[in-house]
Each structure stands twice: as structure tokens, then as C-alpha cells.
T-cell receptor, first 113, second 109 residues
Framework: IAGITQAPTSQILAAGRRMTLRCTQD?????MYWYRQDLGLGLRLIHY???????GKGEVPDGYSVSRANTDDFPLTLASAVPSQTSVYFC????????????FGEGSRLTVL | GQNIDQPTEMTATEGAIVQINCTYQ??????LFWYQQHAGEAPTFLSY????GLEEKGRFSSFLSRSKGYSYLLLKELQMKDSASYLC??????????FGAGTTVTVRA
């Protein structure tokens, strides 16, 4: 049972480079989310998607974009990475935006130099 | 924005009980969640409260008072494997889930 798969697990990136973090779920969940986790700040919502074809902004969306072309995939793109985007990124999904708990992927550790 | 407060750290002895408090101020309320996160791992779901009262699940219980904007997670019969960070999260009026910074619980032998 895969659940949610994130890739890459870890990446070091030069500032200014473009980066896409991949997220795939096989639970047929409607809602998907991207959070970043930083020490002392907890998990902060970047973007979310209620269903395929729709996306919304979370608490810290600047510098990030997402797309939801189908139910299973929800990639997060950093168009031009900056050092403040160094963080652990978690993708999550739930049955619906208003139902069910969130299931999290294993995380992607990104370091921007 | 949302405001979710919980203590930063707690230490307890194996076999004891620990209570982690969480207070929140959010725009609307559609449920409160507790997650457990071991170092270097993903958060995993522990409990969900949407109505006032106590929800019990094995050694873990969670309580909610919506009028007070207050919840607690009770961990009984502590085991070494319970050493982890515990995250309080609130689903707001727009159904987005916001997290507190987490409480690191250290269980000592």
C-alpha cells in the first residue's frame, strides 16, 4: 500500500534554479495539500486543492505554484528558489477538504544554497 | 490568520501520564486534530474532535471545549516510543487545516 509518494526525498539546489517536488497518491482522495515545516514554526500550508482542476492559496503561497491535472498528482514548483525556501516539504491528502483526516507523505528535504 | 498555541516541550517518566494543552483562535471551526510526529518522519493521525467532550482511543484521549477554544491530548501509561512531537491542528471555517508549532514530549526511563 503506497498511500502518498513524494520525490525527491532530499535535494540540494542552487538559488535561482527551478525545482518541482512531486506528489502522487493512490487513495483516490479528492483533496491534496502542500505544507512546509520549519523548526519552531510548525507546519504551514502553502497551497491546496479541493478536487482535480482546482487549487487554492494557503498561508505562505508566495514563490510557489501548484497544478492539479488529475486526482492522483499534485506537484509543487519553485520557479526561482531562494534560501528562505530551505525547508522540509510535506504533501498530504484527505478524502475531502471538509472530511477526514490528512494522510502525509514522507517529506522532501530541500536545501537552497 | 489562525492562532494555535501549545507548549514547546514536556518531559515525563515511563508509565506516567502527560497532558498536552492546546488553545486556539480561528476564523470558524470545523474540527480539531491531534497528530504524532517522530523525528525525521511524517505526521500520523491520532485523534479528531468536532463536538465537546472526551474521545478515548486506547492509551490516548483527546478533549475539546469549543466555547473555551481549548483542547488537550492525554497520554497514559507512557512508553519510550511515545517520545515524539505532538501537533494540534484546527480545521477553520474555510476547511483549511492549520497546525500549532508542536509539543516535543520526552519520555525518560
Amino acid at each position: 500500500i503506497a498511500g502518498i509518494t513524494q520525490a525527491p526525498t532530499s535535494q540540494i539546489l542552487a538559488a535561482g534554479r527551478r525545482m518541482t517536488l512531486r506528489c502522487t497518491q493512490d487513495m483516490r482522495h479528492n483533496a491534496m495539500y502542500w505544507y512546509r515545516q520549519d523548526l519552531g514554526l510548525g507546519l504551514r500550508l502553502i497551497h491546496y486543492s479541493n478536487t482535480a482542476g482546482t487549487t487554492g492559496k494557503g498561508e505562505v503561497p508566495d514563490g510557489y505554484s501548484v497544478s492539479r491535472a488529475n486526482t492522483d498528482d499534485f506537484p509543487l514548483t519553485l520557479a526561482s528558489a531562494v534560501p528562505s525556501q530551505t525547508s522540509v516539504y510535506f504533501c498530504a491528502s484527505s478524502d475531502g477538504l471538509d472530511t477526514g483526516e490528512l494522510f502525509f507523505g514522507e517529506g522532501s528535504r530541500l536545501t537552497v544554497l | 490568520g489562525q492562532n494555535i498555541d501549545q507548549p514547546t516541550e514536556m518531559t515525563a517518566t515511563e508509565g506516567a501520564i502527560v497532558q498536552i494543552n492546546c488553545t486556539y483562535q480561528t476564523s470558524g471551526f470545523n474540527g480539531l486534530f491531534w497528530y504524532q510526529q517522530h523525528a525525521g518522519e511524517a505526521p500520523t493521525f491520532l485523534s479528531y474532535n468536532v463536538l465537546d467532550g472526551l474521545e478515548e482511543k486506547g492509551r490516548f484521549s483527546s478533549f475539546l471545549s469549543r466555547s473555551k477554544g481549548y483542547s488537550y491530548l492525554l497520554l497514559k501509561e507512557l512508553q519510550m516510543k511515545d517520545s515524539a512531537s505532538y501537533l494540534c491542528a484546527v480545521r477553520d471555517g474555510d476547511y483549511k487545516l492549520s497546525f500549532g508549532a508542536g509539543t516535543t514530549v520526552t519520555v525518560r526511563a
